[in-house]
C-alpha cells in the first residue's frame, strides 16, 4: 500500500505498508481521553482502512496517555454514568477483539483510563519514563474502562487492590514483571521494536493471529473442560485453513511462508 496519512483533531493514522500507526494527539494535555478521543479511536478500530494486518498505538509529546481528562470530567447521574462506562467498554472491546493486532508502544504516563488502553492491546512495549498508575482512588472515582477485567487479569485481584489503594507507580522493568508491558526498551526504543514486531505479526498466517486474539482470551474465562473443547474446534479449523497449508508446505521447502 502507498504511504499516507489521515490526520484528525485528537488521533493521527499514518499508514506504512500494511501496518498503522496511531498516534494519541493531545500532548498538551498529555494525551487525556476526552469523548472526541474516545469517538475517534472507536471510529478507526471499528473500521480500519482496508489493507491493513497490524496497527501500532502511542502516544504524542513523550506520554501515552495521562487517563481520563479530569477537566471536561461531567457529573452524570448513576443511569448515564453506566452508559459512559459502557461505552468505554465498548471501544476497548473494538480494539482488543477488533480483528487486528495491536502493538502499544508506550513512555510516559500510562495512567488511569491509559493503562485500560493498552491493556485492551495485544502486545505492549515501555520505555524507561514508562509510569503505570491507577490514581483513580485520589480523584474520587474508579476505573470504568475495564481495568478491574484487564489489569486484574494480568495482576490479580489482590495486586490491584494494593495499586489502587497506595496510588503506587510501576516502571517499565516492574511492569515487565508484573504483565503490564512485554519488553522493557531503552529510551526511543518503542517505536522501532514496535515497527519490528508489527512486521512479524503481520505476516503469520491470517486465521492464526485471528484465534489467538479472539479464543485466548475466551478459553480463559471458560471452565476446563469447555475450554479444552474451544481448543480443538480451533485446532482442527486452523488445521484444515490455507495457512496451514501454505505454513507447512513453506516450512518443508525451506523458505518463508506467504500467507498474503
Ligand atoms: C490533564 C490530565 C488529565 C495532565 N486530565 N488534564 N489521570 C490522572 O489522574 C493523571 C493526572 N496527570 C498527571 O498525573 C500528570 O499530569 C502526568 C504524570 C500525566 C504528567 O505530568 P507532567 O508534570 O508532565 O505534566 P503536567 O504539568 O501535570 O500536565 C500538563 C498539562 O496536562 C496540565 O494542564 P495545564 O493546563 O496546566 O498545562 C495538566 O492539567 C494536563 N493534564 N493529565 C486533564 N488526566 C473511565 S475511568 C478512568 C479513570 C481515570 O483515567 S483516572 C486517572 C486520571
Not at 502499544?104 to 519514563?129: C, D, K, N, Q, Y
Request: charge should be negative; include cysteine.
Amino acid at each position: 500500500m502507498a504511504d499516507a496519512s489521515q490526520k484528525s483533531e485528537v488521533i493521527t493514522v499514518d499508514i506504512e505498508d500494511d501496518i498503522a500507526i496511531v498516534t494519541l494527539n493531545r500532548p498538551d494535555k498529555r494525551n487525556a481521553i476526552n469523548e472526541a478521543f474516545v469517538d475517534a479511536l472507536d471510529g478507526f478500530f471499528s473500521a480500519p482502512p482496508e489493507g491493513i494486518n497490524a496497527v501500532i498505538l502511542t502516544g504524542s509529546g513523550g506520554h501515552y496517555c495521562a487517563g481520563l481528562d479530569l477537566a471536561e470530567h461531567e457529573e452524570r447521574a448513576p443511569i448515564a454514568g453506566v452508559y459512559h462506562s459502557r461505552n468505554w467498554h465498548r471501544v476497548m472491546d473494538q480494539i482488543e477483539f477488533g480483528g487486528l493486532p495491536v502493538i502499544s508502544a508506550m513512555f510516559g504516563a500510562v495512567i488511569g483510563g491509559g493503562l485500560e488502553i493498552a491493556t485492551a492491546t495485544h502486545v505492549r512495549i515501555a520505555e524507561p519514563s514508562v509510569q503505570f498508575q491507577l490514581p483513580e482512588g485520589r480523584r474520587g472515582i474508579f476505573v470504568g474502562g475495564g481495568a478491574t477485567v484487564r489489569v486484574g487479569n494480568i495482576l490479580g485481584a489482590d495486586r490491584m487492590r494494593e495499586m489502587m489503594l497506595t496510588g503506587r507507580k510501576y516502571g517499565a522493568d516492574e511492569g515487565v514483571a508484573l504483565g503490564l508491558a512485554h519488553y522493557s526498551v531503552g529510551e526511543g526504543d518503542a517505536l522501532p521494536l514496535a515497527r519490528k514486531l508489527a512486521r512479524k505479526v503481520a505476516d503469520n498466517a491470517p486465521f492464526s493471529n485471528y484465534l489467538m486474539i479472539q479464543a485466548l482470551p475466551r478459553i480463559s474465562n471458560m471452565s476446563q473442560a469447555d475450554g479444552l473443547f474451544t481448543e480443538s474446534m480451533a485446532a482442527a479449523m486452523s488445521q484444515t485453513s490455507d495457512g496451514a497449508k501454505e505454513g507447512l508446505r513453506a516450512f518443508l521447502e525451506k523458505r518463508p511462508p506467504k500467507f498474503r
